[in-house]
């Protein structure tokens, strides 16, 4: 059985291979594919106002582009004191073209000058999993913390230096992949859909 991850970014691929299932209860052998598998294959522009319905913008276009079932997430870091900001802009949060690291110098420039305990933040992930026949089912992680004053680890990618986890003084950069596959946001979205995959048909 073969399933797409429609992302173009490696690092999101493996952190969700690590996830899914290999193997289904039924025996059938699971084989994740990205985009890069596919050629001329890009998502479209998110368009939505919801993390939901960007999630499933690219999990519907790449199970119709492909003919295969496939999967995407949208991830949001919420701050309080920014009124939710960045939410759906997280990963354009400085512009349209912006990287981590300005997207990050950004968020840190805004809260200058507020202390830890204004600081508080969630990220929060939708995973949906979409089917060529029109089948669509949603997934939802939080993980509550604080944004740091500065950057710390080197795991990780995108918010992940900067977002202290809970009441651990650890950033998510500076967990380990094993630690951060217990408690992230997108962990708890996609343990929710490797669930219902492990239960799945050989066809779907």
Same mark, same amino acid.
């Given at each position: ?13 493996? /952190? ?98 507020? !202390? ?23 997934? /939802?992680?939080?993980? /509550? ?18 977002? !202290? ?31 219902? !995959?492990? !239960? ?5």
């Amino acid at each position: 059985m073969k399933i797409v991850i429609a992302t173009g970014n490696p690092h999101k691929f493996s /952190e969700l291979v690590h996830i899914l299932p290999a193997k289904l209860k039924n025996g059938t052998t699971v084989e994740y594919l990205n985009l890069a598998d596919f050629d001329n294959l890009e998502l479209p522009p998110e368009t939505g106002s919801t993390l939901e319905a960007n999630a499933e913008q690219k999990a519907v276009f790449a199970a119709r582009a492909t003919g295969l079932p496939a999967l995407s997430d949208d991830t949001g870091l919420e701050v309080d004191a920014l009124n939710g900001n960045p939410g759906v802009y997280t990963a354009r949060y400085a512009g349209e073209h912006a990287g981590a690291e300005d997207n990050n110098r950004k968020l840190l420039a805004e809260l200058d000058g507020k !202390l830890l305990p204004e600081r508080t933040a969630r990220f929060r992930t939708v995973a949906c999993l979409a089917a060529p026949q029109g089948n669509i089912q949603t997934f /939802e992680g939080k993980l /509550e913390g604080f944004i740091g004053f500065g950057y710390r680890g080197t795991n990780g990618f995108g918010y992940d230096p900067l977002f !202290l986890v809970g009441n651990t003084q650890k950033t998510l950069a500076e967990l380990t992949e094993t630690e951060k596959n217990k408690i992230s946001h997108r962990a708890k979205a996609f343990n929710q859909m490797a669930e219902y !995959l492990m !239960l799945l048909p050989e066809k779907q």
